[in-house]
């Protein structure tokens, strides 16, 4: 059974760098053509997708908020973190950790139930 | 990387059909066959209805079905039940490595 959990803080200041981790099970990111994903949606909007960490350790960003991602693996933990600099009121969402489906890159197969991050001095 | 455009909410009687629509441009949805629908209940982690714009994973009903024509995708729910009350969003491959979003649906079961 594949699940996936997002930890972090629920509140951050402006200016400071969030650090968000997902803990997954029923799979592993050694896995050839695994990968895991981070996706966000502020109150009331829209899905964002942010960034992605693959089995191989390639890494890809939203190009709008590539300057600020960084996403990195843990395969012993099964975890994924995902950190994001400069935090701004506008950054105030629930992020949500997937996975994306094995078999494609082109659709998210499993979700976790997402975390609110609110940026708030 | 604008969100597509879905209605933001639509309704229907049990036993009903309701279509959801998902506009996106030439870059996106126009342009790959990787549409993928979720469903959302409050609280709830989403839940993949559709992928490949009109495949379904097992274990989703077939009353759930996608389709694709130019720039715009649809999802659609035959035989409306009160549990398929929830928001559904839209998702498009848009190349390099890149993903976007509706803006979501709330569908409402009347």
């Known amino acids: 059974q594949v699940t996936l959990k997002e930890s972090g803080p629920a509140l951050v200041r402006p200016t400071q760098t969030l650090t968000l981790t997902c803990t997954f099970s029923?799979?592993?990111?050694?896995?050839?053509?695994?990968?895991v994903t981070w996706i966000r949606q502020p109150p009331g909007k829209a899905l964002e997708w942010l960034a992605r960490i693959d089995w191989d350790d390639d890494k890809f960003y939203s190009t709008s908020l590539r300057t600020r991602l960084t996403i990195s693996k843990d395969t012993s933990k099964n975890q994924v973190v995902l950190t994001m600099t400069n935090m701004d009121p506008a950054d105030t969402a629930t992020y949500y950790c997937?996975?994306?489906?094995?078999?494609?890159?082109?659709?998210?197969?499993?979700w976790g139930r997402g975390t609110l991050v609110t940026v708030s001095s | 990387q604008s969100a597509l455009t879905q209605p933001r909410s639509v309704s229907g009687s049990p036993g009903q059909s309701v279509t959801i629509s998902c506009t996106g441009t030439?870059?996106?949805?126009?342009?790959?066959?990787?549409v993928s629908w979720y469903q959302q209940h409050p609280g709830k982690a989403p839940k993949l209805l559709i992928y490949d714009v009109t495949e379904r994973p097992s274990g989703v009903p077939d009353r759930f079905s996608g389709s694709k024509s130019g720039n715009t995708a649809s999802l659609t729910i035959s035989g409306l039940q009160a549990e398929d009350e929830a928001d559904y969003y839209c998702c498009s491959y848009e190349g390099r490595y890149s993903y976007v979003f509706g803006a979501g649906t709330q569908v409402t079961v009347l």
């Open positions: 029923g799979f592993s990111l050694s896995t050839t053509k695994m990968h």
């Open positions: 030439s870059n996106d949805v126009g342009d790959y066959d990787y």
């Open positions: 997937a996975r994306i489906s094995p078999t494609s890159w082109y659709y998210f197969d499993y």
